[in-house]
Structure formats: structure tokens, C-alpha cells
């Protein structure tokens, strides 16, 4: 068979297929799919450098469907070349259990990079898989040895490219010259409420000219095999601009509804996918009908991927011969495995030691540990002498003609696109070697909450170290002073949330969110001292909760008052108080981080939160949350207000002696009333 009929042959199996995934479902999105298939073929079968049966290796070149809605069209794809994805799965497709999901999802199916689905995320996960290639390049590559050499391609349609986050995203990657990166753009007119001229009538090629992009355009996207080859290959041999190519399609080819939102989210019907059966040379009356010819050609292709992963590993074993220092380096990295000792270099602190700023006491950590986790990569939007991540010998990650720093460097200025810096992050954290932090005030991860759901979903380790935690930030006010954040992150499965009270927790947190390989982590820092606490330890604090200690004598506390982050000391203050003035006997509990101590025995968490004993909470945030853990949480259930933060604390009733007077109503309640058992786990 011809080459040109084998590619035609090889498009009509993927659009007819994926409709027939979403005709089984009764539910799914076709258009895309069948109107992408040209150019997605001809990326997989002239392009992209792959092995299928080792989905992992680390210089493959990357694929992202940014418009994971069309995942038919990948999981028909990754089908044909031979991953882990049966015909039975693509029969499968959006039913409970599946290797087939809805979007797809880097958990669930091999040979997926990214979650995808929320538009725009894909094409900025893009960029931080480009971002994190040219940096593993420049610190290992040498000449005659390139290890690190991948390019990274992404199909993003017209909803991607009207998401901020992309926008955010992809600004950032003209910057950095992300030479390594191609797009091609699904241009096909529609989306859901109809034409894009209701709404979205820009020249997207010149925007993106002026982000600093190589631009083409592919006019018959449906047709023209050889104008999609040339156009890739134009953008693959330009080094120093990411390529955009705009590809003008026809949404849902060959279908009755084609080039209507008819056909985007919908199956085709029986009667319309019989026809374009019939259209493409099919059987109507037959489904998931792929020819022997189509399997065979993709299997070439699959063949070629798993070729020039063997000359890799004959080139790596001679890179280890001429390097072997850099070569035990690059596959330590690579496995996933911390420097041995690295938690060493994490600093403690005893009461002695001066009252600091948690935000300060993390800039220790990373000047503590930067040198020795290599891997650690990231930085700021636009905050970096407030939030204080950037550690002393640092190098911008910049290219070498701007002369602002280097590939090699590992501080990301992400200027103001909190967005764009969290699903970039989620790209560094996908390609593997590297261990990405992004940072703003806490308040902004909101502006990211959509990327940084997705880090917990995607199980990446992506540290969110978010500054100025609370109305203790003082005069900027309410616009700034997270009240419900916390709560939000903590809503959030598969997270992290740290409030850290004192040095010894902020290294906690940083040793918990490092060793934890498959879960993001956010660490919310204060920007007003806090003393060095008595009782605290790191070991203590990776519990989650702890006791930290007790005030007063007797056989039995007659109140728990829990803290977080810059309230524990307030606890103490608190606690002292009753003791002295009132007789009783206090504990207090540091509670660092709710998911660790959800994690703990039942038994460890009733030593701490003792049953039978009344209890309060304290945390300048929203009480939301809290009933699970005491009996009467105190915090702020409005927004915040202007003014300096002492003054604050004491508006809002969070000082010793308001809090006393509330605990000493909470006993008294509890005088004449049984004391309900809290954090039951039935």
C-alpha cells in the first residue's frame, strides 16, 4: 500500500473509532477528534521520538492534548502505537474504572503526560515540560553527548487559547525562547455556543508573534499531509522561538453536523456514524474496526521509537564512561531518589533563639538545602523579596543571550502570573528530575486554584510556598488577608497545608512536602516574627499535631487549646494566662498540618486531642473546618481589615486575654455538659 493511502487509510480508522468510543459511551466529545486526526497522525508517525514499551523513558519527547476533551483521538493513538491500551479499553471509554477516562489523566492511562480537560492547562503544562527539558539539558549535556534532547508538542483548540492561564503561560515561554516547543493550533470556528465570532475574532497568530513565537498557518488542515510535514518541521528547526501552528480544520469531518457545535460534544448518532462509515470505506454495521496495514504502520513507527531508545542507552553507557560522576548524578534524578543526608542540612532552632518571620526562617531552609537538592527548581510571581525564595548563590533560569542568567539556572522569574507560574510548575514536576516550587502571598492561590487542583489530582509534587498567611500581614488589608483560603486548600484532597508556628516546623514542612513524591504541599508563612517555641521539634511536627506542652498542675487538663502557624504562640500566651491567673491546668496542641495528623493512629490523635477534655482552636483564618477537631473554634468569619497587625489581633479578639475570657465560657459550659468525643474515624 502507498504511503498516502496508508496515511489515509491510517486518519479515517482514527475518526471513525473515536466515534465510535463516544457512540458506545453515549457521551463524549467526536468533533475534535475527527477533524484533528490529520495532524495528529502525522505528528505520531514523522515526529514524535517514543517508546511504547517504556512509556517512561526520560528523553522521549513529550505529547500534550490541551483540549482534553478530544482524548479519543489520543487514546485511539496511543492504541495504535502500542501502549499499555487494549481495544477493549478504547470499548470502554467513560465508564467507571476505565484506562479510558473522560480527560485524560496522567494517573490512569499510559503513555498520558499530563491531566488534561480545564482548558488551557495542557498548553501551559507544555511549557513547563519545555522549561524543564532545556534545564535537565544544560546541566547535563555535554558535546558529543546530548542525554537531555526532546522536543515537546501539544494540540491546543480555540477554547485553550482563549484561557488566561495560556496566556499567562505562554507569554513566559517567548521569554525563555522555548525552542523545543511546537503547538498546533486547532483552528475549526466552533465551540460550544457556536462560531467563535460570537466572541473570539483575533489574530491569534500576531498575538502570539508579539509573546515572541514562531508563527505558520496550515490553511487545509484537513487535506494537506505534506503542508502539516513542512510546517513541523520548520518550527523543529527553529532553535530560539516556541512555534505556533495555526491549522484550520473541520470540526467533526465527514459528519452530517461537521462544522457545527452539533458535532463537538455529543455522539454522531447511528444513522450519522453508519454514514460516515460509509463515507470512509467501513462497514456500517461494524465498530472498532482497525486494519492489519494501519497496525503495521504504527508499529514501524513504534519500532523506530524503541531504535533510537537503544542508541540512547548505548550513548548514555559511554556518557557514564567519560562522566561518571554526572552520570550517577543524572540517573539518581532521574529514579526519583533524594540525595542521601540531604534532611541534614535542615535547620533546628531551641527558645533561645530569636523570634523570625516563618517567610525568614524558609529562606534559611533554602539556603540550607538549595546546594544540596539540585533538583529543587522554581520561583516567584513577581515577589521574590517578599515571599524570600531565592537563596543566595541562586542563577536565574534565563536564556544565555538576555544575560539575565543561564538553562542551568534554577530561579524561575515568573513574573505576575500566579495562573501560568502553578500549571508551569505541574509541567516541570511531569517531566521527572526536578522538583518545582512556585510562590506568592497566600491569598493569590487563588488566582492558581485551577493548575493547583490539578497538581493534587496529577499526583505531582509541585511546593507552593505562599507568604503572608494572614491578617498578620497588617496594613495591606483585606484585599490581601486570606480568610477562606486555608480552608479551601484543605477542602482540596491530596494535599498538604502547612501552617508552620516556628523554625523547627517550617523545616518539618519542608521535609514533609519533599519526601512526599506523589502530593503537592502548601506552606503558609507569616510576615511578622514569631518566637522559637518550647516543646517544638521537627520530629514532633511531622506528626501533623502534637502536644506541645503543658501549664498548670494536675491530674487532668481542664481545656486543649490548639494553634496554628503564627496563633501558637498565642495558645501559649493563652494558656499561661489561665494557669497563673485562673488555676488551671492547660494544654496546648500545635497543629502544623491537619493531613498529616489525619493520617496518624487513633490512638496518637486522642493522646493529643484528649477525649473528655473541653477544647478551642485558634487560627487567624475562618473557623470552617475546625468542629471536627475541638468543641469551639476561634478565628475570623469576615473578611479582614487595614491597619497594623497588633492592632489587628486585638480587633478581631485574637489575644490572650479575649481568648481566655471565650475558654473560660467554654469550660464553664462544659461543667454541666458532656464533653462530645471529636475526630472519630468510624
Not at 505562554?170 to 525562547?177: D, E, F, I, K, T
Not at 550513548?315 to 543524572?330: I, N, T, V, W
Not at 522554581?378 to 543571550?401: I, M
Amino acid at each position: 500500500m502507498s504511503t498516502a493511502n496508508i496515511d489515509q487509510q491510517s486518519i479515517n480508522t482514527i475518526r471513525v473509532v473515536s466515534a465510535d468510543m463516544v457512540q458506545a459511551a453515549n457521551s463524549g466529545h467526536p468533533g475534535a477528534p475527527m477533524g484533528c486526526a490529520p495532524m495528529a497522525h502525522v505528528l505520531f508517525t514523522r515526529f514524535i521520538n517514543a517508546n511504547p514499551k517504556n512509556s517512561k523513558w526520560i528523553n522521549r519527547d513529550r505529547f500534550v492534548l490541551s483540549n482534553g476533551h478530544g482524548c479519543a483521538l489520543q487514546y485511539v493513538l496511543l492504541h495504535l502505537m502500542g501502549y499499555k491500551l487494549s481495544l477493549d479499553d478504547l470499548k470502554n471509554f467513560r465508564q467507571m474504572g476505565a484506562k479510558t477516562p473522560g480527560h485524560p489523566e496522567n494517573t490512569h492511562t499510559d503513555g498520558i503526560e499530563v491531566t488534561t480537560g480545564p482548558l488551557g492547562q495542557g498548553i501551559s503544562n507544555a511549557v513547563g515540560l519545555a522549561i524543564a527539558e532545556r534545564h535537565l539539558a544544560a546541566t547535563f549535556n555535554k558535546p558529543e553527548f546530548p542525554v537531555i534532547d526532546n522536543m515537546v508538542y501539544s494540540i491546543a483548540g480555540d477554547g485553550c487559547l482563549q484561557e488566561g492561564v495560556a496566556s499567562e503561560a505562554c507569554s513566559l515561554a517567548g521569554h525563555l525562547q522555548l525552542g523545543n516547543l511546537v503547538v498546533l493550533y486547532d483552528s475549526n470556528g466552533i465551540q460550544i455556543d457556536g462560531s467563535t465570532k460570537l466572541g473570539f475574532t483575533e489574530d491569534v497568530l500576531q498575538r502570539y508573534e508579539a509573546y515572541g513565537w514562531h508563527t505558520q498557518h496550515v490553511a487545509d488542515g484537513d487535506n494537506d499531509l505534506a503542508g502539516l510535514t513542512r510546517a513541523i518541521e520548520i518550527a523543529k528547526a527553529e532553535k530560539t522561538r516556541p512555534s505556533i501552528i495555526k491549522v484550520e480544520t473541520t470540526i467533526g469531518f465527514g459528519a452530517a453536523k461537521a462544522g457545527t457545535a452539533g458535532v463537538h460534544g455529543a455522539p454522531l448518532g447511528a444513522q450519522s456514524l453508519g454514514d460516515v462509515k460509509a463515507l470512509f470505506g467501513f462497514s456500517p454495521q461494524e465498530s472498532f474496526v482497525v486494519s492489519d496495514d494501519v497496525y503495521k504502520f504504527y508499529a514501524e513507527r513504534a519500532a523506530k521509537g524503541a531504535e533510537l531508545e537503544k542508541q540512547w542507552e548505548q550513548m548514555l553507557a559511554k556518557y557514564k564512561e567519560a562522566y561518571p560522576e554526572l552520570h550517577k548524578e543524572f540517573v539518581r534524578r532521574v529514579e526519583g531518589r533524594l540525595p542521601e543526608g540531604w534532611e541534614k542540612a535542615l535547620p533546628t532552632y531551641t527558645p533561645a533563639d530569636k523570634p523570625e518571620a516563618t517567610r525568614k526562617l524558609s529562606e534559611h531552609v533554602f539556603n540550607a538545602i538549595a546546594n544540596k537538592l539540585p533538583e529543587l527548581i522554581g520561583g516567584s510571581a513577581d515577589l521574590t523579596g517578599s515571599n524570600l525564595t531565592r537563596w543566595k548563590d541562586a542563577v536565574d533560569f534565563q536564556p544565555e543571550t538576555t544575560q539575565l542568567g543561564t538553562y542551568a539556572g534554577r530561579y524561575l522569574r515568573f513574573g505576575v502570573r500566579e495562573h501560568g507560574m502553578a500549571a508551569i510548575c505541574n509541567g516541570i514536576a511531569a517531566y521527572g528530575g526536578n522538583i518545582p516550587f512556585a510562590s506568592t502571598f497566600l491569598n493569590f492561590i487563588s488566582y492558581a486554584a485551577g493548575a493547583s487542583r490539578l497538581s493534587a489530582l496529577s499526583h505531582l509534587r509541585v511546593l507552593y510556598i505562599m507568604t503572608h498567611d494572614s491578617i498578620g500581614l497588617g496594613e495591606d488589608g483585606p484585599t490581601h488577608q486570606p480568610i477562606e483560603t486555608m480552608a479551601m486548600l484543605r477542602a482540596t484532597p491530596n494535599y498538604l497545608n502547612f501552617r508552620p508556628a516556628d523554625g523547627n516546623e517550617v523545616s518539618a514542612a519542608y521535609y514533609s512536602a519533599i519526601v512526599h513524591g506523589d502530593r503537592p504541599s502548601v506552606l503558609s508563612l507569616t510576615r511578622q516574627n514569631l518566637p522559637q517555641l518550647e516543646g517544638s521539634s521537627v520530629e514532633k511536627a511531622l506528626k501533623g499535631g502534637y502536644a506541645l506542652a503543658t501549664y498548670g498542675s494536675g491530674a487532668k487538663p481542664d481545656l486543649l487549646i490548639v494553634g496554628t502557624g503564627s496563633e501558637t504562640s498565642i495558645a501559649v500566651d493563652t494558656a499561661k494566662l489561665l494557669a497563673d491567673k485562673e488555676g488551671l491546668v492547660v494544654n496546648v496542641v500545635s497543629m502544623p498540618c491537619l493531613e498529616l495528623f489525619d493520617a496518624q493512629s487513633d490512638e496518637y490523635r486522642h493522646s493529643v486531642l484528649l477525649p473528655g477534655v473541653p477544647s478551642i482552636s485558634v487560627e487567624a483564618l475562618t473557623t470552617f473546618g475546625w468542629h471536627k477537631y475541638v468543641h469551639h473554634p476561634i478565628g475570623i468569619d469576615t473578611f479582614g481589615a487595614s491597619g497594623p497587625y497588633k492592632e489587628l489581633y486585638e480587633h478581631f479578639g485574637l489575644t490572650p486575654e479575649i481568648i481566655a475570657q471565650k475558654a473560660l465560657k467554654v469550660i464553664k459550659y462544659y461543667k454541666s455538659n458532656p464533653v462530645p468525643t471529636l475526630d472519630l474515624e468510624l
